[in-house]
Structure formats: C-alpha cells, structure tokens
C-alpha cells in the first residue's frame, strides 16, 4: 500500500465507479475503483489536492492506485500547471498534463462518435509526422460532437492501453473537457538566430546589442497576429517559469544591450565566466498559446565592458594610479571584491570584503586593471592603473 498527494486534473473518467488522475511537481498516477467501492465522502473537483493511499499497480501498462482505502481533501482550488508541449505520447506523457499542436486526423470524421466507455482516433503530429491515439470518453463532453476539421490542437491527461510487455506502445491522451480539443489558430514557427550552439561575449562599448530573431506565426481559421515573448531558461528548464521573459509585441526581433545583459546576469556571469542558457519563443494571440518549435543552447561570454555602474557610487579608490597599494574605502562591507587584468584575468578576489580594503598590488605588471565589487545583488566596477616604480 501507498500513500501519496497530489492535485487533481480532468473528472471522473468512468461512468460506473470513478477513475481521475492526480499529479504533483514530479509526475502523476491515476487510480481506479469499481462501481461498489466507497467514495469515502469525497467529490471529485479538479483543482483539490488530496491524499490517497492504495495498491500500486497497473492497468495495461497504465500506472495507477488500486483496492483505495484513503481518500481525503487537503486544500481545493489549487492552482493546475500549464500543459507540458510534446511533439509525441511516450513513458514520459503517462498520467501527465500535456498538449500537443498542428494535429490532423488520419482519417477524417465528421464527429466525435464514442460507444461505450471511449472511442480512439488516429492523429498524426504534422511537423513531426508522429501518429498517436485520442481517447474520447463518455464522460469528456466531446461525445458525439463535431469534430475539427483541418489543423487543431489538442490537451489532456496522458495515458497507455498495451496489453503485452514490454508494454511500450498504445499511449493515447485524453482530453478532459469539449475544450481541450480547439481549432488551430496560429501557425508554426521557428527560431533563427543566435543559432543553436553560438556564444554571445559581452566586451568592450556596452551600448552593443545582442538580435533575437525568429520567424512570424501566421493566423489561421480566423485567428488574429500574436504577440511574441522571448524566453531565456536553465539548460534544464521547460520555460514554465524562464529566467528572463521580455515581451517583442508583433515584431519578429528583440535586440539586448550588452549592459542590460550584464545586469540582467548579474553576479552569475563576472568577468571572465561563462553562462550557457537555453532560449525559445512563444506566440500569443489572446485565445491560443504557440511555442516555437525549436529550443536553441546559447552562451555567454562575459569580459570588460565599457561605462558599467561606476563603482564610486559606492566607494571611494585611491590612489589611481596606484604605486604599491589601491585603497578601498565603503559605507559597508560587500560580497566580494575583484581586480581584473584587461585579458579577463582574475588577479585578486575577495569574498568577504570589510567597509575598508587595501589591494597589494606591488607584485603586478603596470597597466589598467578593473576594480570590480560586487555589493547586495549588484555590480560596480572602475578602472584603476597601476604604476609601481
């Protein structure tokens, strides 16, 4: 036996006993009861987070919750994610929320007709030719309704029928309402550059701009123009909440300065480091969401920039030039203290510099170097020379 919480997604997908899914931050399972079963004086009302416990099993290859001894509410109304985007139904899509766009039947049906407790339809995924099965139940509203005709998107729980192992195949989603299943309103569309794989290095005049661009979304079956959103996320991210979401309005660009850049990034990219982040697109038209197809790996590469936050603001430095010894006065302590050589390199660090710092600097090659100091969250720099006769 099992216990296990989670937040509900769809219905009751039986129309004798009951069946629903759960899921929480890791994934999710659904649970079956006959129709004799106890209820244990709970309504099923997506959006609840509960506890159950039970026998963990599966039902043609269908994890989920049997022989339920537990059922209890432990907060309602929580919120629900937004679907995962897939191009496919695998291991990965079972008894998770997803969505799948640029969908047309195999063979085209003027209706959702159903018998019984659910009918399937073959689809195919049309940018990737994949084909995957749509489970209509009785319980979905869909039953017996027009069917689209053309592109359409559709979402839904994620589920398998395979009655033999290894059991790898028969996935299917099944939508959860009539509308989980919509005419496509927005076209495809892809990323252009940065191409996969570049590196951008933010170095010298800050006013440079770093170009996002990508291709347009077209409006179909009525749709209107989107607007787009440029998205920048971990490499191990899904863009579900990015680092960076800036909106482009209809313009199929965005441009960054390499000083927004650098202050965007903050202290996760100093002088001389590294940052590789994944970014993406999303279009929007008010009625239906459009992710670019593709996500591109980008890198950045920080050095020294030009007219950054001076770091007198929150310092005084002297003498500059500097003959043995720079002199580092602050209101207060920072988070760290740096001086960088013009090739990037890091000659001096201090993690937990005082109000009051003096820098050795007698050892060092005459030339410019740049004070850099990091203080609550933001970062100051200045050029110092250095002149030891």
Request: overall charge negative; hydrophobic content about 40%.
């Amino acid at each position: 036996m099992f216990e296990i919480t989670g937040v509900v997604y769809g219905t009751n997908t039986r129309t004798s006993g009951y069946s629903f899914t759960i899921i929480d931050g890791t994934a999710g399972i659904s649970n079956f009861a006959p129709s004799s079963a106890s209820d244990f004086g709970y309504t099923i009302t997506e959006g609840d987070s509960i506890l159950m416990r039970g026998r963990l099993t599966h039902f043609n290859g269908l994890i989920q919750l049997d022989f339920l001894d537990t059922i209890k509410l432990l907060k309602a109304n929580t919120p629900l994610k937004d679907p995962i985007m897939v191009n496919t139904l695998d291991e990965a899509t079972e008894n998770e929320f997803v969505r799948i766009n640029n969908v047309a039947f195999v063979t085209p049906t003027p209706t959702w007709s159903v018998s019984g407790s659910g009918s399937n339809y073959t689809v195919y995924n049309t940018i990737t030719m994949d084909t995957f099965q749509i489970r209509v139940l009785q319980t979905s509203g869909l039953a017996n309704e027009p069917a689209p005709t053309g592109l359409f998107d559709v979402m839904g729980i994620g589920g398998q029928f395979d009655g033999s192992n290894p059991r790898n195949s028969g996935y299917q989603l099944m939508p959860r309402y009539a509308t989980d299943v919509f005419v496509d309103e927005l076209g495809t569309f892809d990323l252009i550059s940065p191409a996969n794989n570049s590196t951008v290095k933010l170095e010298g005049d800050p006013t440079q701009t770093a170009e996002i661009v990508w291709s347009s979304s077209a409006a179909l079956n009525g749709g209107t123009a989107p607007n787009y959103t440029f998205l920048l996320d971990l490499p191990t991210g899904d863009f579900s909440a990015p680092l960076l979401s800036t909106p482009a309005g209809t313009d199929t660009m965005i441009s960054f300065t390499f000083k927004q850049l650098a202050d965007a990034f903050g202290s996760s990219l100093p002088i001389g480091g590294t940052l590789s982040l994944q970014w993406t697109v999303k279009a929007d038209n008010g009625n239906q969401e459009e992710m670019a197809q593709s996500t591109f790996l980008i890198t950045f590469e920080r050095s020294i920039l030009d007219g950054l936050v001076n770091v007198e603001q929150i310092a005084r430095v002297f003498p500059n030039p500097a003959n043995g010894v720079i002199h580092v006065q602050m209101e207060a302590a920072a988070n760290q203290m740096s001086l960088i050589d013009m090739t990037g390199k890091v000659v001096y660090t201090n993690n937990q510099p005082g109000a009051n710092q003096e820098i050795e600097v007698s050892n060092l090659k005459n030339g410019v170097y740049v004070l850099q100091i990091e203080q609550n969250g933001k970062m100051y720099q200045t050029r110092v020379v250095v002149s030891n006769r």
